[in-house]
């Protein structure tokens, strides 16, 4: 059974920064893009990045680019994002999300409960 | 970064079918056959429905269809039953590697 458990969120002033990491299981994970997905509260999906199974592509949407990094490690079957100069419109549900494929970022087949960031002071 | 655009609601009666539209650009619906459709039930986590346009994942019903028509997706629930109320979101690719979501359709059963 496919399984990814986020963990890292929490309460961050803006400006400042936090680290969310996905457990993946289940899976052969390096034959998976995998992808960060937010969700305001009350609003709508929005994707936010992803990363192809070999690690070596990493498109971001243009509302975090320079800001959020993501990355993974093959190893230890997980997946982060570095989320640098976190701002209010920040808040928001973050899943972690599976995609179908080794290159996919845009069909997502299994999901995350999400990890919730709110950036407020 | 605009996102796709899709109908704030639809509604339909247990039985009938109903359709939801997504609309892009020649950019990403236009350009690429990855489309995608998405269930969210309250408080609950995304389901893939459809990818690559027209594919559905095992274990979806075959009541869900889609389909893709120049710059525009559509999504097609047939036989709509109760547990089918929810929102529904589409997400296509984009140029340059990125992808896009629709603002999503509140489905209502009447």
């Known amino acids: 059974e496919v399984q990814l458990l986020e963990s890292g969120g929490g309460l961050v002033q803006p400006g400042g920064s936090l680290r969310l990491s996905c457990a993946a299981s289940g899976f052969t994970f390096d034959s998976f893009a995998m992808n960060w997905v937010r969700q305001a509260p009350g609003k709508g999906l929005e994707w936010v990045s992803g990363?192809?199974?070999?690690?070596?592509?990493?498109p971001y949407a243009d509302s975090v680019k320079g800001r959020f990094t993501i990355s993974r490690d093959n190893s230890k079957y997980t997946v982060n994002l570095q989320m640098d100069s976190l701002r209010a419109e920040d808040t928001a549900i973050y899943y972690c999300?599976?995609?179908?494929?080794?290159?996919?970022?845009?069909?997502?087949?299994?999901w995350g409960q999400g990890t919730l960031v709110t950036v407020s002071s | 970064q605009s996102a796709l655009t899709q109908p704030a609601s639809v509604s339909g009666s247990p039985g009938q079918s109903i359709t939801i539209s997504c609309t892009g650009t020649?950019?990403?619906?236009?350009?690429?056959?990855?489309v995608s459709w998405y269930q969210q039930h309250p408080h609950k986590v995304p389901k893939l429905l459809i990818f690559d346009v027209t594919n559905r994942p095992s274990g979806v019903s075959d009541r869900f269809s889609g389909s893709k028509s120049a710059n525009t997706a559509s999504l097609t629930i047939s036989g709509l039953q109760a547990e089918d109320e929810a929102d529904y979101y589409c997400?296509?690719?984009?140029?340059?590697?990125?992808?896009?979501f629709g603002g999503g359709t509140k489905l209502t059963v009447l």
């Open positions: 020649s950019s990403d619906v236009g350009a690429h056959n990855y």
């Open positions: 999300a599976r995609a179908v494929r080794v290159d996919d970022i845009v069909a997502f087949d299994s």
């Open positions: 997400s296509s690719y984009r140029s340059h590697g990125k992808a896009v």
């Open positions: 990363i192809n199974g070999r690690g070596d592509t990493t």
